[in-house]
Structures are given as C-alpha cells and as structure tokens.
C-alpha cells in the first residue's frame, strides 16, 4: 500500500504580494507566444498593457468562437492567450501612434514582442537603438527564427516552426513507425513552449534588473525553444549516428506502452524493476510472470505472450480501473483523459487548477492556472481577455499631451 | 583559470564552441543572470533534471546530489536508448540535462549526509526536487526542516499531480503526464488513437518548475521572502493548452486530434519528398531524414498562387475545386496527392527556401544533424561542444535564449557521479580533510 506524505504546506497561507506586483509589461505581439509570455507575467500580477492595432490580435478571428459565429471577442485562443491584460489600441501606421507606444514602453519595465527586425525598424524600435535609448527596459522578443541568424523574416506558420525545429520528428518517434510522416503534437503546444521559454529568461532579467537597474535583449527563437524540448534525442541522434530506436511498447509489457481499456486508452509506464513488480501484482500475480522457484521473470525476457496477458487483462477493465490498480501498486500509469475529464477530475478540482473568469460576451468559463502554488506569494485575482481598446483612454491619458483622449480618438491615434 | 571555450573544426568544416571536461572548475565567474545563486538540486530522471540545469544555464551554481545507492535512472541502461552500453559516467541522455552542475554524492539515509545538506541548505538560495511528495520530509530534510536552516530559501517540489489532492501520491512518467494534462487524446491523425508522448513533455514540466524556481528566486530578492513552491508536471502539460479547455466550456465540446492539418487552412501538411537534401550533402545523414519531409502552410490566396507557381501546378490554381481557401480545404485530401506527387520528385530542404523565397511559409522536417548543418542554427551560433566524463567530445544544443547582457551559457559537460563530492565539502563548505575522511568512513559519501 502506499503510505500517505505528510501534507506540505498549503496555499491558504499565501498573504504576501503576488509575484510581479509593480513590474509593468507593455506587450505588441499576437497569436501564441509572445501573447503566452506576456500572459505567465500578467497572471502573476505584472500590469499589463497589450498594444493592438485596429483590427487586432490576429488570434481574434482564429476559429472556433464562443458562440460559432465569428465575433472579434470571442475566439477561444484570443481568450485563452490574453488573461489579465488591458487592451490599447494605437495606430502604428502613424507617427503619432509610434510615438504614444514608444511613450508606452519608456514607462514599462518589460516590452514583450513578437515582431521581427524589419518589422520593429518600420516602428522605429530597433532593439539596439532602444536599448540605447532605454537601458533600464528589458527587450523580451520571441520570434519563430530569432532577432539575430539568417532567417530572421522567412515566411513561417505553427506547423513550419514545429517541422523546422524537429518537434515534429520527435512526436513520431513516439509513433515508433520509422516510415509514418513527422507529427505536430496536438492544440498550440508547439508554440507555446516558445512562450515559455520567453517568461523563464525574461524573469531573471527582471532579477539583474532589480540589482543593478540594467535592462537587456532577451532574444528567444521559437523554433529554438522547441528544439530545446527535445534536446535529449537531438543530441543522441546527431552524436551517436543515428535516431535511438524505441525500446519495445507493446502491451507495456516492457518499458511502457499504450494500453486500451474498455472505455478509452492508458499509458503505462514501468521502466524500473519495483515497478514492473507493481504491475504484474495490481494483476493479481499471473504465473506466467513467476518462474519455478516462484521468483518474478525479468520482464525483458518475456515475450508477446505477456504482452497479450496484460492487454487483456487492461481491455477487460475501465480506464479509472486500471489506473488506480497500477498506481496503489506503484506502477506510473494515466488514463488518456479529455480535456473535459481533465476538469472534471478530483484531483484538478481539489488543487484547484482552474478558475473561472467571467467575460462579458463568451460568458465564464474555467481557465488554467500556473502549474504551481505559492506558499507566501498571494494570488492576483485574474481577469479573463480584455475588450478590444478598452484600456485604450485609461492607459493613455498621461501620454496623449497635446491632445485630448477624444481628439486623439478622432483622429483615428488610439482606437 | 581561464574557461576552456575555443573553437574547433568539426567533422564538415562547421565550427562548434567546444568546452572542454571539466571546465566547470576552471570557468571562472558565470554571467548569466543567476550567477551567485547557489541551489540544491535532489532531482532525478529527466523532467528535474532539465528543470535545474536551466537554472544552471542561467549562471547558477547549481549542486546536484547523487548517490551509488540511488543512481539517477539517466545514469543507467533501464532508461537508456540509442548506442548507450557505457557506464553511469557516460550516459548520453544523463549529459543532455546535467550540463553546467556540480555533483555530490551522498547517501541521504545517513546523518552525515543529512548534515552535509542542512549545511548547504544555510548557503543556499534554493533547493529542488521531484520525489513523490513528502519523500525529503521523512528523511528531515523537507521545506519545514530546511526553512527553520534558511528562513529565505526557495524551494520547488516537482511531482507527477502535485503535493496535494488525493492523487498526490501518483507518480508518473512524461507519457503519463501528457495523458492527464489532455494532450495525449489531442495529439495523432484525426483517425488514429491518441499519440503516447515522449521526452519532450518532461522537458516542458521542467521548464516549468525553473519558471516556478526563477519566480521563487525574484520575489525572494524583491521581499526577502522563501517559499516553498509546489508544482505539478500534469498541470505543467495543461497549462500549455489553455484553449482546449475553453472548448469544453464554451462551446459544449473536447477538440479533436488534427495531426498536421488545420481547422481552416489548405493546404496545411506534411509532403514526401526523394531526399532530405539535393545531392546529400553530407555523410552522416542518418535514416529516420533520408526521406525529406516538407511541411508547407498556405494561410491566403496569395500564399496558394505562389505555391502553383512553384510547383508547376499552375492549372490547380483556377481548378474549381481548389479555388478559395475553403475550397482548398473542404478538398484537401484530393490536393494532398498533387502536391506529393510534385514533392515526391524534389528535395525538401532546398525545396523549402524556394518557397520561402516566394512568401510560402514551407520548412524542411528536420531532426538531429539535419538541425546542426542548418544556416540559421549555425549563424546564431551554432552547437556546443563538450567532453563528458569518460567518453569523446558531443554537441550539444546551446540554451533557448540569448541575453545580451547576461548571456546563458553552457560552460561544462554534465558531472561524474560524485565529482565535486569533496570541492563541495571543502571549498565552499570550508570541511576539513579529517571531517570529509570521517563522512566517507561512515558511509556518509556513498
């Protein structure tokens, strides 16, 4: 049986202030990954001021919508992508609206940014001449090939990033057909991981930042975070001669393996010799798995036959069945969940890993925390994706000078 | 002292930073970020592992503590893939998520070595680990025991489904981390079962716990406060896929598995091509990329006419069927054969930059030396060359971000097991040569 831990502390004794209480983060970035950066900083309480143009975010008009007709509020990866930020928009096309973002950054602590060097010259924002100009900002640039190397402006999309950075290769390894095509993992994870990748350095910039005063550029590449994810059978593969070949699956009666149950799929995983005993005793101790003397046979001496005993046994039971019997064992194993049962389970909704957010057109919904709790930083009360330019007046007032914020939304600078 | 980084040619003529075994002594001061933060790090297998040795990269000194009685599962032949037959000091895999640490080898079962700890704990910033939750406790060594040591140390637990809730005593593996995050039964072609996830997953829940580490270590600087962080690598999956989980409440439905295609877009696909390179440029092309596969994107009309005009497959263009993009899209099965029956016969790297050169977002589906002979990889800097313990010199990949002012950096190969066992206590603990003799004796050091 397993032993209960001792309960660690708690998040109810989280009273002091949220992590980035005070950092200010000005974002102009779209669709995934800057959006994610900017999102791990705002959730964590950075006041943050998402810069759109009129039309905005690009993630705006990505299907599916909250109620399916299109609606500019509603896309289900704009909301997902965008939590606790304000929405401005300015018109970038304009010097005035340059201007206003460059006013933006010059009070923020973080610019987080997805647009390539051509594309931040054409906004007069150069990442060396703002460094220059602004040595206090951290520069946080997320872009597919990297604001430095040959490939900085080439023409790419989600799936071209993750084939380019080997992702997909590495997912077909999984596959463990040698002649089936490279795979994309499944919703924007790909992505994502550039996201990531961004918050992780840009937060021990702001530690350099909050000893000395200096900014930087933080330059991440999102093919690069990618590859980075899978650096391990990168580096076998191009050092040792060769892709490492999958140690056998079947049944899980080795390393591992994918298993269906009589309602769905389960992973089992017993690479260790305590856990292959776990599984072979949440099956009730089969003789095929013991030789004479009673002793347990190394599961690398067993061959289909056992592969087919414990397909057997896991097709005969329910997904929760299985799982619960490997896991009192000792065995790694988890059911293939949905998403919806992923909510729904017990152990999400103790830990309470989602909360929900109310959104004035989508209507509420439970969105995802931070994969970790805090036990002395408090938690900022999140709020779900901003209207578009609804921050627009409030963000700016301070910067419109000589304008009024209705003069200047006449003339077309903020929206 | 100087660091050892120098420049050699490598095998084709491209040149990879190289650093030398075991420059992490030699290197002198670290620039990254974290430089002068020292963390404890008690992780094992890969997602830990990968978690400290980013806050390694990030310039900390980071201490990672092993022992012969409880070897890394990375160190060994149970995990192990590709030509690993070595011994525990020569694990490819171990090397790939233990650059730039110390290693310390204590047995935790005795007190010297729970001494030994609650000594580093005193100088320490922050401590790590991805036991089951409660296992450091039961040996006096968890948050509660090192917090009353060092009031301000920072201190992440990394577990499978966190160190609460009724499932905190599950453990799991990257595969079973992906299933219960969602991204399991999101992951495959539309019409096969779900994908079980590899590597990369454990990779995504360590960045994860360094994000939480980086976290601790910025708030502790800015209110002078530890903490103790608990994170889940379940959740770590689940949080990169926020939108799956609006589906479900927003729309009423779970998404499905798309494999490479695109809930809008045609065509958006992977393309079988004769070669990955055209002639095959070098040597050691390996056998999962001899066939080229190219991934090729068209988000417009522009994007699609441009891509005809490529191919030569200018009557596609106005062929009523593929005409608009959700023509194209309602008929992508009919266009995928096209297209392959045109990528069949060209190479997919070159094949690529053609596209690009036409605004088509097109890639080559790369893997292992396809991504260390690639241009832009190169000019950004390219590998990193170093020399494990105990085996030849490897590339390795340099870390997913460039700060200018303090860059990361990978400064040593990962450690024997037990290297810098008697630097640890010495040096930075100021241990006398007699203590160390007594610990070893003991059996504290094994």
Not at chain 2, 151 to 159: C, F, G, L, R
């Amino acid at each position: 049986m397993t032993t209960q831990s001792p309960q660690s502390p708690t998040p109810a004794e989280a009273t002091g202030p949220p992590l980035l209480e005070g950092v200010r983060v000005v974002e102009l970035a779209e669709e995934i990954a800057g959006p994610f950066a900017a999102k791990l900083l705002a959730d964590a309480g950075a006041e943050t001021i998402k810069v759109e143009s009129p039309g905005g975010d690009a993630a705006r008009r990505a299907a599916p919508f909250a109620d399916s007709a299109p609606h500019r509020e509603t896309a289900t990866t704009w909301l997902a992508f965008n939590t606790s930020k304000r929405s401005v928009v300015l018109d970038l096309e304009s010097t005035a609206g340059r201007r206003l973002l460059f006013e933006l950054i010059s009070n923020a602590d973080v610019f987080v940014t997805d647009r390539t060097p051509r594309q931040l010259d054409d906004l007069d924002l150069n990442p060396q001449d703002l460094r220059e100009r602004l040595p206090q900002l951290i520069i946080a640039a997320v872009t597919p090939y990297g604001l430095v190397g040959s490939a900085s402006e080439w023409p790419s999309t989600a799936l071209t990033r993750a084939h380019a950075s080997g992702s997909a290769a590495g997912v077909r390894r999984n596959l463990g057909a040698s002649a089936a095509a490279p795979l994309m993992a499944g919703a924007n994870v790909h992505e994502a991981d550039g996201g990531t990748a961004l918050a992780l350095a840009t937060w021990a910039a702001l530690i350099v930042r909050d000893r000395d005063g200096h900014g930087q550029i933080v330059d991440v590449s999102s093919v690069e975070a990618m590859m980075n994810m899978d650096r391990v059978d990168i580096s076998i593969a191009h050092n040792d001669g060769g892709p490492p070949p999958m140690p056998p699956r079947k049944g899980g009666s080795a390393f591992g393996g994918r298993l269906e149950c009589a309602d769905g799929h389960l992973i089992a995983v017993t690479p260790q010799a305590h856990q292959w005993a776990g599984l072979i005793k949440a099956m009730g101790d089969p003789d095929w798995a013991y030789d004479a003397d009673g002793t347990l046979i190394d599961r690398l001496r067993l061959g289909d036959e056992a592969a087919e005993a414990i397909e057997q046994w896991a097709g005969a039971r329910t997904r929760d069945e299985v799982f619960r019997a490997l896991q009192v064992n000792s065995a790694p194993a988890g059911p293939v969940l949905r998403p919806s049962e992923v909510m729904n389970s017990e152990q999400m909704q103790v830990r309470e890993f989602f909360d929900v957010l109310p959104h004035p057109f989508a209507g509420s919904a439970r969105y995802p925390q931070f994969a970790a709790r805090w036990n002395r930083a408090g938690r900022p009360s999140r709020s779900a994706a901003p209207l578009l330019g609804s921050a627009s007046t409030d963000a700016m007032r301070d910067h419109l000078h000589p304008w009024t914020a209705v003069q200047a939304r006449r003339a077309g600078v903020i929206g | 002292m100087t660091t050892t980084t120098e420049r050699t040619n490598g095998a084709d003529g491209y040149l990879p930073h190289h650093v030398g075994h075991h420059s992490l002594l030699r290197a002198g001061p670290r620039r990254g970020p974290l430089a002068g933060t020292r963390i404890i790090d008690f992780t094992w297998a890969w997602a830990g592992p990968y978690g400290a040795m980013q806050v390694a990269l990030l310039g900390a000194e980071t201490i990672k503590v092993e022992s012969a009685t409880r070897i890394d599962h990375s160190r060994q032949r149970s995990l192990a893939m590709g030509s690993f037959t070595g011994g525990v000091n020569q694990a490819p895999m171990f090397n790939e998520v233990n650059l730039n640490k110390y290693s310390i080898q204590l047995n935790l079962k005795t007190e010297g070595a729970k001494q030994i700890i609650r000594d580093l704990a005193r100088t320490a910033d922050g401590a790590i680990d991805n036991f089951r939750p409660g296992t450091l406790d039961k040996l006096g060594l968890g948050y509660d025991d090192l917090r009353v040591i060092n009031p301000e140390i920072v201190m992440v637990s990394a577990s499978a489904l966190g160190a609460t809730g009724p499932e905190r005593n599950y453990t799991g593996y990257a595969p079973t981390f992906a299933a219960l995050s969602g991204l399991s039964y999101l992951s495959g072609e539309p019409e096969e079962p779900p994908v079980m996830m590899g590597g990369s997953i454990d990779l995504r829940a360590g960045t994860a716990a360094a994000l939480a580490m980086v976290a601790g270590l910025h708030y502790r600087e800015r209110t002078g406060r530890g903490q103790f962080i608990d994170a889940s690598s379940s959740e770590a999956i689940g949080m990169h896929i926020p939108e799956e989980f609006l589906h479900v409440d927003l729309l009423g439905r779970d998404g499905h598995r798309l494999g490479n295609g695109h809930r809008a877009y045609a065509p958006h696909d992977v393309f079988r091509c004769a070669s990955m390179r055209a002639p095959d440029a070098y040597a050691e092309d390996h056998k999962g990329a001899r066939t080229g596969w190219l991934a090729i994107a068209c988000r417009s009309d522009a994007e699609w006419h441009a891509l005809c005009a490529c191919s030569g497959l200018d009557h596609l263009r106005d062929d009523p069927r593929f005409r608009t993009g959700l023509k194209r899209w309602k008929h992508r099965d009919e266009l995928k054969p096209m297209i392959e029956a045109w990528t069949s016969e060209q190479s997919a790297v070159e094949t690529a930059e053609t596209l690009r050169a036409a605004g088509v977002p097109a890639a080559a589906s790369v893997w292992g030396s396809d991504i260390h002979h690639s241009e832009n990889f190169q000019a950004r800097g390219g590998a990193v060359a170093v020399r494990p313990p105990e085996t030849q010199s490897r590339e390795v990949l340099p870390p997913p971000w460039k700060l200018s002012e303090t860059p990361a950096e990978v400064v040593s190969p990962a450690p024997r097991l037990g290297e810098d066992t008697e630097y640890v206590l010495g040096r930075m603990l100021g241990y006398e040569q007699e203590r160390i003799g007594e610990l070893a004796q003991q059996g504290a050091l094994e």
